[in-house]
């Protein structure tokens, strides 16, 4: 199966990119496409940096996170619509069935990721969401009908354990907010079943403009039980979560459209870092030997789940 990379990030839509940007083949160039996924990986890290400062009172009163939600789809969507009103591409009929389970499902998984991280290190509940391609992988042997091998379930076991250890199981350090970035890469990997089966189907464009107005519609009910005035400092946060993500998922589509899922994969895992740096520049927060080996082991899960599904491709 093709590998996704973070938490919301476009799965297998680099065969096609919107009008200029999906209508031709863009030209290889692993240079631009190691960029492009850094700056991918910088604006992603904000998005969480953002969402903890809204969940905390860092800003004002603590936002609730289905609000956080509805200013991510809300301002995510205006910035899609715009981009659709300036390249102009050929939309084709939705497939709604499939939009709507991933439209749900991603609704769900960032939400719960953004309650997690006004709890725990930035750095940790990022870590956690690299484990959304495990969850795809073992999700898609009953789901898509997939095999899977010995070195897809070495990688997945190695991943859980760095999970695992990031939840601080032992009654002095167990952090219960952990099981809701953990829940979250659950959520996220289901939403990944939905997005390869989009994949080829809809040009990305069209994929990120229904995604993100049905997410909008999902948020806006959502948010209506739990709505509260933001601060103009919060009312700007929420907005620069929209655009933040939006940017993010144009960066990461188009380096993945220039070079190999294998190549531009492991780039994607800066986002850790730039967790680690902005929780630490703005929330003081240091790294702890626990989060570090913890996180560090993820990553070797998945990039022994990269290494192995670029051998598969060849």
Known sequence: MKLAVNMHFPLAIRSRLPHRLAMTPARQNPALAALLIFAASALMAGTTLLAKALGTETLGPALHPMQISHGRFLFAFLAILGAVAVLRPRLSRPHWGLHIGRTSFGWTGITLMFASVAYIPISD???ISFLNPVFAMVLAIPLLKEGVGPWRWFAAAV??????ILLRPTPDSFQPAALLALTAAVVIGMELIFIKKLSGREIPLQILLVNNSMGLVIATVAVSFVFQMPTPQQWAALAGI???????QACFVNGMARADASFVAPISYATLVFAAFYDFAVFEV???AVSLTGSTIIIVGALILVWREARARR
């Open 125 to 127: 509940a990022t870590a």
């Open 159 to 164: 991943a859980l354990v760095g999970a695992l």
């Open 242 to 248: 929209g655009l933040l993500m939006a940017c993010a």
């Open 286 to 288: 240091i790294p702890d």
